[in-house]
């Protein structure tokens, strides 16, 4: 059964940093591309960052480029977003997903984490 | 940057009711269009894949078509489980977008 389980969301100040983790499990991580996804509170989702499967091409929205690093550790089955010099307006729920094709990523996403909050505010 | 816009911004149907939602793209993403299901406090659900494709587990009652701009969802009979709030993916140029979203409530 394919699990993802995200952690590393709270309340952070502006300016300030944070790491999120996701933990993959049921599947053989390091064929699939993952992705973070993001969900301003009462809105709609925001793809934020892609990573492929070997780690070696990574994507990233406008809103975040300079400021956030998408990385995979293959060797721990775990996907890391770090968020630097956030703003108010990256609060919002924050998913991991799973790429539904192996190999040959789709960038459709098949598996969703429950998301983590991260919440910046003074 | 590839926009979608999803119409209507809501939708209030009955059960047993056929829902029909849209999807256009600011310019043409071929059939590289998804759809997903999102209900209050769960994760979104892949439900079609390349414009037509339904993805594994996702009932007949759900289908989707078009190609270039134009994408439709349909939903051909609502059972309760589907009132949600839907939204469109393209994933043929960086950076992926999703549509605003449609939500289907309860009339």
């Known amino acids: 059964e394919v699990q993802l389980l995200e952690s590393g969301g709270g309340l952070i100040q502006p300016g300030g940093s944070l790491r999120l983790s996701c933990a993959a499990s049921g599947f053989t991580f390091s064929t699939y591309a993952m992705s973070w996804v993001r969900q301003p509170p009462g809105r709609g989702l925001e793809w934020v960052s892609s990573i492929s499967g070997s780690g070696g091409s990574t994507y990233y929205a406008d809103s975040v480029k300079g400021r956030f690093t998408i990385s995979r550790d293959n060797s721990k089955n775990t996907l890391y977003l770090q968020m630097n010099s956030l703003r108010a307006e990256d609060t919002a729920v924050y998913y991991c997903a799973k790429d539904k094709r192996a190999m040959a990523a789709s960038y459709y996403f098949d598996y969703w984490g429950q998301g983590t909050l991260v919440t910046v505010s003074s | 940057e590839i926009v979608l816009t999803q119409s209507p911004a809501t939708l209030s149907l009955s059960p047993g009711e056929r829902a029909t939602l849209s999807c256009r793209a600011s310019?043409?993403?071929?059939?590289?269009l998804a759809w997903y299901q999102q209900k209050p406090g769960q994760a979104p659900r892949l439900l079609i894949y390349d414009a037509s494709n339904r993805a594994t587990g996702i009932p007949a009652s759900f289908s989707g078509s078009g190609s270039g701009t134009d994408f439709t969802l349909t939903i051909s009979s609502l059972e309760p489980e589907d009132f949600a709030v839907y939204y469109c993916q393209q994933r043929i140029n960086w950076p992926l977008t999703f549509g605003g979203g449609t939500k289907v409530e309860i009339k």
């Open positions: 310019q043409s993403v071929s059939n590289s």
